[in-house]
């Protein structure tokens, strides 16, 4: 069975109109695996070619604390995984999706300091120029 699209998924929650009607709709959600932190930088480090120690290293997080991210065993703050998502060059969608597995909150462009994020991100910049940008624009650079 393919994947629905969240609007898709959206749509059918929307007719829902009985509890039975909502138990059918739950089977369309992707499989609970699927959307854990780990298993989703594991897919995007083989789809994009990375390899995690570069990532870990550009994003300038602890070695350790790096490999326990991606490991699962340690939770990640929300600037470390944009950190992360910048040393991967993800989209702003993939970014978003990141965020929203690790109930992170996705970056929002009618927030300042995220719309400067965003910026950095849809031209994919590199966490030290990001940093720089948010420095210049009297923002907290990410940890």
């Not at 739950?26 to 990532?55: F, I, M, S």
């Not at 991606?70 to 993939?94: C, N, P, V, W």
């Amino acid at each position: 069975m393919d994947e629905k699209t969240t609007n898709e998924l959206n749509h059918i929650l929307k007719s829902c109109t009985t509890l039975s009607h909502l138990e059918a709709a739950l089977t369309e959600l992707p499989e609970k695996e699927r959307l854990t932190l780990k298993c989703y930088l594991e897919e995007l480090l083989e789809t994009k070619g990375l390899n995690k120690a570069d990532v870990i290293r550009e994003a300038n997080i602890a070695r350790t604390y790096g490999y326990q991210i991606f490991q699962g065993e340690r939770l990640a703050s929300r600037d470390k995984l944009i950190a992360l998502s910048a040393a991967m060059h993800l989209t702003l969608q993939e970014c978003n999706r990141l965020l929203t597995i690790a109930k992170a909150g996705i970056l929002y462009s009618k927030n300042r300091r995220d719309a400067i994020l965003i910026f950095g991100l849809e031209r994919e910049l590199s966490l030290i120029d990001i940093n720089e940008l948010l420095y210049e624009m009297g923002e907290d650079v990410l940890e």
